[in-house]
C-alpha cells in the first residue's frame, strides 16, 4: 500500500472540487442532514484567502485513489483548527494519522496548540490516542424550514429589536461590536482556550465584507433598552448552499437575561429570514449549543430545534 499526502492548490479548480468532495462524504458517514459546503462556496473561500490566516488543504491517496482529507487553519497566536475526513472503507489503516501528521508539521512554527473537531466516538477516540483533550461538547440541532411563526412577534416591555440583512449600520456599528466581544468572552468553551474578540469596528467591517465576498447573506437582529445595545443574534445564509442555514451568535447581556430577549430576538431574525426570496429553497436552520448552556437548549427546544448529534471538540498540543 502506498499512501500518499498533497496540497491542495485552490487556484486548481478541479483538485479543490475533489478535495472538498472527499470532506464532505467524510464527514456525512452515519449522520444525517448534514451541512455540506459546496464546491461553489469552497472556490469563494479559499480562492479569496484571509489576509493574516494560515490554512493548507491536505488530499490523502492510496495507489492513486483519494480516500481521505483535511483542512487546517490558524490566526495569530491562536489555536490551529484542523478536520481530516475519511471516506469509510478506508478508515483505520493510520490515513487519519498520517493526515494529522502533516498538519503539525506545517503548523510547526505558527502555533502551539492544535483543536479538533469530531462526531463519532471513533473520532474521539482517535484524538485523545494523538494527546488531545475534551474540551467541550456542543448539540448540533436543527430546526426544518419553512417554520410558520408567531404573529405578532412578542417583545419584551421596554425592548425595542430592530432586524435587517447585511451590514450594520453605522448607528449600531460601535453597539454590535461591544456585544460581539462580550459574546467571545461569554460563549461556554469548556476547557478550551479562550480567544479574546477586541470591541474593533474595523474588524466587523472587515468580517462583513469577507463574508459578502463569500456569497453570504448575513441576517441580524439587535435588542435595545433604555436606548443601550443589550442582546443580538445573527443568521447566515449562502447563496451558494441555500439549502441549509446557519444559525451564529445569540447573545444577551447577563442583567437583561431571563426576560424573553432571547426568543424575541430569534423569532424576530427567523421572520426576517423567512422574508427573503433567497430563503425559498432553504430546508432547515442549524444552530451548535454547549450542553452546558441548558437556557439556550431549552429555548431552542421552545422554537422546534430537535437535537441531530453531538460534536465533541478536542485541544492538545501541537507536538
Known amino acids: 500500500m502506498s499512501l500518499r499526502v498533497s496540497t491542495v492548490d485552490p487556484q486548481q479548480v478541479a483538485q479543490l472540487r475533489r478535495w472538498n468532495g472527499l470532506l464532505r462524504d467524510g464527514y456525512a458517514v ?42 487546517a487553519h490558524a490566526n495569530p497566536e491562536e489555536p490551529a483548527d484542523v478536520e481530516i475526513a475519511v471516506l469509510d472503507g478506508f478508515r483505520r489503516q493510520g490515513v487519519g494519522r498520517v493526515l494529522l501528521g502533516a498538519v503539525r508539521g506545517t503548523f510547526r512554527t505558527v502555533a502551539s496548540t492544535i483543536r479538533a473537531e469530531t462526531y463519532s466516538e471513533a473520532g474521539v477516540a482517535f484524538a485523545l490516542s494523538e494527546g488531545l483533550d475534551v474540551g467541550v461538547r456542543e448539540s448540533r440541532q436543527v430546526l426544518d424550514l419553512p417554520i410558520a411563526l408567531e404573529s405578532p412577534n412578542r417583545t419584551p416591555s421596554g425592548v425595542d429589536v430592530l432586524s435587517w440583512v447585511g451590514s450594520c449600520p453605522d448607528s449600531l456599528l460601535e453597539s454590535w461590536a461591544v456585544l460581539r466581544s462580550r459574546m467571545s468572552d461569554d460563549v461556554p468553551l469548556g476547557d478550551l482556550t479562550r480567544t479574546a474578540v477586541p470591541a474593533d469596528v474595523e474588524a466587523v467591517r472587515r468580517n462583513e465584507r469577507r463574508m459578502v465576498d463569500q456569497g453570504y447573506l448575513l441576517v441580524r437582529s439587535l435588542a435595545s433598552a433604555n436606548q443601550a445595545a443589550v442582546g443580538y443574534t445573527e443568521i447566515l445564509l449562502s447563496r451558494h448552499d441555500p439549502e441549509i442555514v446557519h444559525q451564529d451568535d445569540t447573545f444577551v447581556e447577563k442583567t437583561m437575561r431571563g426576560r424573553g430577549i432571547g426568543r424575541a430576538l430569534k423569532m424576530a431574525n427567523l421572520r426576517r429570514l423567512m422574508s427573503l426570496p433567497e430563503s425559498a429553497s432553504s430546508r432547515f436552520l442549524q444552530t451548535y449549543t454547549a450542553l452546558s448552556n441548558a437556557p439556550m437548549l431549552a429555548l431552542n427546544r421552545a422554537i422546534g430545534f430537535e437535537e441531530a448529534d453531538i460534536l465533541t471538540v478536542l485541544e492538545g498540543p501541537l507536538g
Open 30 to 71: 452515519g449522520r444525517q442532514r448534514v451541512w455540506a459546503r459546496s464546491d461553489d462556496a469552497a472556490i469563494a473561500q479559499f480562492q479569496n484567502p484571509h489576509p493574516t490566516r494560515r490554512s493548507v488543504l491536505l488530499l490523502a491517496e492510496i495507489d492513486g485513489v483519494s480516500v481521505g482529507a483535511a483542512e
